[in-house]
């Protein structure tokens, strides 16, 4: 058993916290945020709003809940095994297709640097290609997958902490206020255009609890460290983003595939432009790496509890699925080639708001399972109403957010969510012939 002094303080937790976020997220946020405006920044706003209300109810789900599974365990109080179970598949759906848009940002990227005029095609073989070299990586297990991935996200960081600090020096304030909202859009159009792409820079938030036991006191710490942690996140995103809007011109911003590097090219010269888009690929990549081994282990772990096939949960002497990310890997290749389009953009587009639907579906059973979780737990009643009331809001957030996504997200998401129940038949069925309780 550790002692205490080995455990982090909440100062060190916060940072991890940070850390986790960030990842590859915000790589590809400035050209998606241009092709609004600046007016995007209100956008912003309320994404931070709403993710701190989630990441607190999230905290607070991780120190009283007994069960197993996350997010699916946190529903089970409510829901029962059935909403245990839609929370588990819908975000494992969700890491799928959020792990090929991923995949589309190094590639992107990788175009930029290399001068590559690439077809949907090429751009779709491209993401294919980091896919699997990806999750063949993690064939070794998670040990070499922790540590790379632990370097890697410094790829990210450092470029937007630093364009964050020194980018105030080329900043144009005219350049700025001119693309506040270049296509004259009304208030109500205008956040909601780009509440998906905001919220998709925080997905990850509900895994920053999951170094609780790391921490001193964690009862008070852990909700300290994941709100502050996510509030310092939001901060250095809409400095970032922010401040490259008053560096780069609103038509090239949006246009670009490679807008950090476009940034630093800026600023200083066309080298440091491509050493800044070298760091982010492998930040990407990293990030990319940890991700696919992270869905790997949601399917052996729903595979284990029989909701998945019992291909995803066979596992090597290292307790590796390497068969179940074989099957996972094939179906991001499926799903790279169904989401090909006239640009890298556009197909970045579609994957994000497709992850970010299916993403708030395991949020929203969450959520709404807080108030028989506190009761199981006997939680003072004061306590419990003000969790419960954060947890409100994080809900309507989520639902914004739904709506916020498009008709077109909804469309595919609530599809993949139906298919969930006639899984989940099926789930049941096997049980009910093995006898087993379910």
Not at 5 to 12: G, T
Not at 146 to 167: F, N, Q
Request: charged share 10%; hydrophobic share 50%.
């Amino acid at each position: 058993m550790s002692s205490s002094k080995s455990k982090m303080s909440v100062v060190q937790l916060t940072i991890l916290t940070v850390i986790n976020m960030m990842g590859s997220g915000i790589i590809m946020l400035p050209s998606k945020l241009a092709q609004v405006g600046t007016i995007s920044i209100l956008s912003w706003l309320v994404t931070a709003v709403g993710s701190m209300c989630l990441a607190y109810a999230f905290a607070k789900c991780g120190r009283f809940s007994t069960k197993s599974g996350g997010m699916g365990g946190y529903a089970e109080y409510s829901f029962g095994k059935s909403g245990n179970f839609m929370a588990n598949y819908t975000y494992a759906v969700s890491l799928l297709i959020a792990n090929v848009a991923i995949a589309i940002s190094a590639v992107g990227y990788l175009a930029v640097l290399m001068n590559w005029q690439l077809s949907p095609f090429q751009a779709a073989l491209g993401a294919i290609i980091f896919v699997w070299l990806t999750m063949v990586a993690n064939f070794g297990g998670a040990g070499i997958t922790g540590k790379i991935s632990g370097i890697t996200v410094w790829g990210a960081i450092i470029p937007v902490i630093g364009v964050s600090i020194i980018g105030w020096f080329w900043f144009s304030p005219s350049m700025y206020a001119d693309a506040w909202n270049p296509h004259n859009m009304g208030l109500f159009e205008a956040i909601p255009s780009s509440i998906a792409i905001t919220l998709w820079a925080f997905l990850g938030l509900e895994s920053a609890c999951a170094n609780s036991d790391a921490v001193d006191n964690p009862e008070k710490n852990v909700p300290i460290a994941v709100l502050w942690g996510t509030l310092l996140t939001a901060i250095i995103y809409i400095v970032s983003t922010n401040v490259v809007a008053g560096i780069v011109p609103n038509t090239q911003l949006a246009s670009t595939d490679a807008p950090f590097g476009l940034v630093f090219a800026s600023m200083f010269n066309n080298t440091i432009g491509q050493i800044v888009m070298g760091l982010l690929i492998i930040s990407c990549t990293g990030s990319l790496l940890g991700w696919q081994f992270t869905i790997a282990q949601v399917f052996k772990a729903g595979a284990d509890e029989g909701y998945f096939i019992p291909q995803f949960g066979k596992a090597t002497s290292n307790n590796t699925p390497i068969l179940g990310m074989i099957i996972i890997a094939s179906i991001q290749t499926v799903l790279a080639l169904m989401t090909m389009d006239e640009g890298l953009s556009k197909q970045f587009d579609i994957l994000v708001n497709l992850a970010v639907v299916t993403n708030l579906i395991p949020y929203i059973l969450s959520m709404s399972a807080i108030i028989v979780l506190q009761k199981t737990s006997d939680v003072p009643h004061k306590e419990m109403v003000f969790t419960s009331i954060i947890a409100f809001i994080g809900n309507l957030y989520s639902f914004y957010a739904l709506y916020s996504s498009g008709m077109e997200a909804m469309y595919w998401g609530s599809i993949a969510v139906f298919a969930g129940w006639v899984l989940y038949g099926k789930v049941v069925s096997r049980k009910y012939d093995l006898n087993e309780p379910f």
